[in-house]
Each structure stands twice: as C-alpha cells, then as structure tokens.
C-alpha cells in the first residue's frame, strides 16, 4: 500500500520585515529533500490570504506550517490553526518579531531556525481573544495602540521606522481614563498605555511583561500611568533591560478574564497590527491552542554566570 506523505506548506509574507528572505526558498527544499513530509511554498498576496491557504490545504490533510515573516503573519497563521493538531514552525522574517524572539528561535540563523523545526520540541501556547480577535503575543490600547497605528501608515519598515513613530507619537500623545477590571477586580484611572500580555516581549527585545508565560493560560496585565520627562526616559531604558517589573510607576497584575472601557471607539494593537475597537473590550484566553516549534532548551531555567 502507498503510504501518504504528510503535507508541511512554507507560507512567505514577502513584504515583512526589512530582512531578505530570497534563500529561505532553497533552504527548506534542502531540509525537507530527505523527510517523509512533502514540502509546498506560498507567497501571500495581502492580508486574510494566510489562512484562506491554511483553510484550503488542511481540507486535503495538513501536518504542520512554516511561516516565514512577522508576528503579524504568525497572527494570521496562528489563528487558522488554533485549537488544530497542525503545527507551526517559524522562521523569522518581522521587524518585532516577538514571539520568535520569546521562543528562543534565532534572529540570524535561518539553518538553526529550520532545525528547531525539523528536530526542535513542540510547546502548546495560549491564545489570547480580544473582542474575539485572537493574540499570541500582546494586546493593546494607549501609546503602544498608537504606534503601531502611526507604523502601519509609515512608507518604510524596520526598527527605525518604528522608533520614529514611537517619537514622533510621544509629542502629541494624551493618556486617556480608562475602567479597568480583571478578573472582577476593578482598577481604572488614567493611563499612558494598557497592555495584556500573553508572552514577554512586544518584539525587538522590548520587555514589557517579564515574567509573562506563554503557556501559562493567564495574561500579565500592564498598566503604565502618565508618564513625562525622565519617567519615560527610565521606562524606555527598563523595556529594554528586562526591569520594567522593578519600576512602581507601572502596575502588573495576572489573570484570565479583563475588561477595558474607555470612552470612544479608537485604535488598538494586535501583535502589532493596528485595528480599531469599540469603547468596550473583552479579552479573554483559551489555554494551549496551539502548537508551536520551540528550541529544545525553551522551558529550561537559564543559570546564571
Ligand atoms: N503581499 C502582501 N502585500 C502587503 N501586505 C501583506 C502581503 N502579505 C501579507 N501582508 C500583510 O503584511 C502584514 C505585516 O506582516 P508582519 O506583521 O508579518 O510583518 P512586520 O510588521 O514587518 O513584522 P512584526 O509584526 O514582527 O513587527 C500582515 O498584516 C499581513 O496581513
């Protein structure tokens, strides 16, 4: 009898990130040459294309899906299977690129990138639903809402483009009063930018939640206050040194059920992506949705030195 060769398909976001991508194609054929699985690859076209090709192929059987871009095109990827047994490998092609980066995928090692996937473990990750959209990675309103809003509108890509937005967006921004409740408890008053965490990072190694676990099936809550001058100077330095946690400005809580109230509709962050969202937000998390590749060291306690 012929057995089936399972179906692994490469999706390639072919704008992402400023990183080339032209080798990718050539490195995964030579790793799956040998494999029992059977290697297709697809360039998407524009946004909601990822998962009409997830949707298509996993009507004719699918075992796992490389996506080679950003957070946004892993949003994509991630939301069309969740709560599936198919898998999803990375190979990171972003700007932010944070759940890569919280995972322990390499940045510049395409080879060791691919074999996380062909020989790394798999871990199970939350999924995180703000009214309804899903979230692997953060979710928020406020400054960082804001900066995703001005970095989608901006002509180039890459960190200095999003640092540019990030200053430019600092100049004109007013913190709003939100009501705020997770898990029943109410906190409210005035912030700077609220975000609910499901894993550390919002990318390019910008910790905003330290101690956040993917896995865990709970979000951190972050609340940054209005913040001027050298506060926001302190802040911009801890997100970057992993020590945002130490700062009393910032309030971190840790729960599964939150609500955010503000008082109008207006933009919101998405691993990145910008939308717009009512006055009322739900976010809500379903526990280990999905299936992802991880370096065989991810989990393990890093000693100190
Ligand atoms: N061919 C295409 N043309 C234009 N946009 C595309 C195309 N294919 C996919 N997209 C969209 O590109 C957007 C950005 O992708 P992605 O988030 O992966 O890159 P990034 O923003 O550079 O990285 P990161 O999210 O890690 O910062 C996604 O929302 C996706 O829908």
Avoid: W
Avoid at 230 to 243: E, G, M, R, W
């Amino acid at each position: 009898m012929k057995s089936v060769k399972k179906r692994v398909i490469a999706i390639i976001n072919p704008i992402s990130g400023i990183a080339s991508k032209h080798k990718v194609p050539a490195l995964l054929a030579a790793a799956y040459q040998d494999r029992e699985e059977e290697l297709f690859l697809t360039y998407t076209k524009g946004e909601g294309h990822a998962a009409e090709v997830i949707k298509e192929a996993m009507v004719h059987g699918l075992d796992s899906v490389i996506a080679v871009g950003g957070d946004g095109t892993i949003n994509e990827i991630a939301s069309a299977l969740s709560g599936s047994e198919v898998k999803l490998g990375i190979i990171p092609r972003g700007s932010g690129n944070g759940l890569a980066r919280a995972l322990g995928i390499p940045m510049q090692n395409d080879a060791e990138a691919v074999r996380i996937i062909t020989e790394g473990k798999l871990v199970s990750i939350d999924m995180g639903l703000a009214n309804g959209l899903p979230f692997f990675c953060t979710f928020g309103v406020g400054f960082d809402a804001q900066i995703t809003k001005r970095y989608d509108d901006a002509s180039t890509r890459g960190l200095l483009t999003y640092i540019k937005s990030a200053i430019d967006e600092y100049i004109s921004f007013k913190p709003q009063e939100y009501k705020i409740s997770i898990d029943n408890h109410d906190i409210g008053g005035e912030a700077f930018l609220i975000t609910c965490a499901n894993i550390e990072q919002y990318g390019n190694n910008a910790y905003i939640a330290p101690n956040a676990s993917p896995s865990d099936g709970l979000l951190d809550l972050v609340i940054i206050r209005p913040l001027e001058g050298i506060h926001a100077a302190q802040v911009a330095l801890q997100l970057f040194t992993k020590t945002i946690d130490k700062n009393a400005r910032i309030e971190s809580y840790r729960g599964s059920h939150i609500v955010i109230e503000r008082s109008a509709f207006g933009p919101a962050q998405i691993d990145g992506e910008s939308v717009q969202m009512g006055k009322k937000i739900e976010i809500g998390v379903r526990q280990q949705d999905l299936l992802v590749y991880a370096p065989l060291s991810f989990g393990e306690a890093i000693q100190p030195f």
